[in-house]
């Protein structure tokens, strides 16, 4: 028995006909008769009864009828789900995220791929740029937003996405926020709240990055790894940082962003697309289509995104 000999045993039961079935099915009558005798064979039972008057379900036929409407049923959502899978257009899309990444970026992403993919079941997950691009490599996400650039060793293309610059967060008392202008040399002395050597060594590397290209090394007084846990730091008193612009869209009361001049390569950062190397399943395919189409908006609107 199979799944073709259950939908001709489905068409003769709701139609009461071997001929009208047939004409459902496009084929003969014959070969259909066949075929639903071989059918009874292998179940062991008649399935119909067939008389001068036409066609009925035996006792046993009417016993089995729902359960092979529904094999018939989950036959065609699994070719469906095959097909949307292949397509790109269903199944499921494993994606991990920074946490500056719900600044700006996911909430102009994810509604727009949510509208067009609704057959794509979307599971997200935050972590650091380390743990995601780990993950990456070992096939435990499809895709991921990190922080960029990178800076360790990795083994994943990374498409920048969002581009952005460092900022000085200070707290809104400070002296330096009532200035017209300042460089990072300006900061010099003052102390620092700095991103964790573990768990976000990629900013961490590029701030140090840009204090010693200003001619300093920071002092580091306080460690974390969230970009608002530092800004919730630095409004404490804790010191001072440099973080993504973008996070000043979501900064509390009391702290003030400033603008660092000049604004050099050593201050420009980014979120990127992270993904394995070639070939990419469809859904991410489809993914980065729209992520692609959100950077060239941003580009265009002339923004920091």
Known sequence: MDLRQIRQFI???ETLSFRKAAERLHMSQPPLSVSV???ERDLGAALFERGRRGVKLTEFGKAILDDARRVAL???????SAAMAVSGTGGVLRVAFVGSATYRLLPRILPRFRARYPGISLELSEGTTTRILEEIAQGSLDLGLVRYPVLEAHATVLTPIEHDTLVAVLPGDSPLGRRKRLALCDLADQAFVMYSA?????????VMLACQAAGFTPKVVQEAVQVQTIISLVESGMGIALVPANSSRHGPGGVVFCRLEPTDAYLSVAIALASRPEPVIPTALRFRQVAMEYAAEAKAEGGIG
């Open 198 to 206: 573990a768990a976000a060594a990629n900013l961490r590397g590029q």
């Open 37 to 39: 005798r071989r059918m």
């Open 11 to 13: 068409a003769v039961a």
């Open 74 to 80: 989950y036959a065609e959502q699994l070719r469906r």
